[in-house]
């Protein structure tokens, strides 16, 4: 793959993919997402047969996949009841990520991770945590955190997955 920046200076270094998003709701730019690895439902074939759509489909997070991190949603996406197609930006990609409400941060100093809490104000925006690795990133943007939820540039970290806290 080449990962050269073939581009005016200014546009973000991105990794990006077309994958299948399965969940019928509306997505964010920066909304954190995993892979459905463990999905054995149709279209899905059953757990004993080897189905390659479990790493390029992809859901909001929650417990079961938060091992799974796949990266971002490129833009805001209107919600489909059948799933669609979306493009996402992977771990190693300098994009906008969703921070959730009232999260502040400091230009390459604050880490930030992917959060599946359904307490959140969107499931998939990032909050501060210490995490390293696939879910995590590191801020390239200040923002004084308010009532609202904002988007941040950031660096989506790679190595392991280290995966989508709670």
């Not at 493009?87 to 930030?112: H, K, Y």
């Amino acid at each position: 793959m080449d990962c050269s920046t073939n581009a005016p200076q200014k546009q973000a270094d991105v990794r990006s993919k077309w994958v299948w998003f399965a969940g019928s709701t509306a997505l964010a730019e920066g909304q954190g997402l995993c892979y459905d690895a463990f999905d054995v439902t149709a279209p899905i074939a059953a757990a004993t047969v080897a189905d390659a759509r479990r790493y390029n489909r992809v859901i909001v997070p929650v417990v079961a996949n938060a091992k799974h991190f796949a990266g971002v949603a490129a833009r805001d996406y209107a919600a489909r009841p059948n799933g669609q197609m979306i493009e996402i930006f992977c771990p190693g990609s300098v994009c906008n990520v969703l921070l959730n409400v009232g999260v502040s941060t400091v230009v390459g100093t604050t880490a930030l991770g992917c959060s599946y809490d359904a307490g959140m104000s969107v499931v998939g925006s990032f909050k501060a945590s210490a995490v390293t690795g696939k879910a995590g990133a590191i801020a390239l943007q200040t923002i004084t955190g308010d009532a609202v939820v904002h988007k941040c540039l950031a660096v989506l970290q790679e190595g392991v997955q280290s995966g989508v806290v709670a």
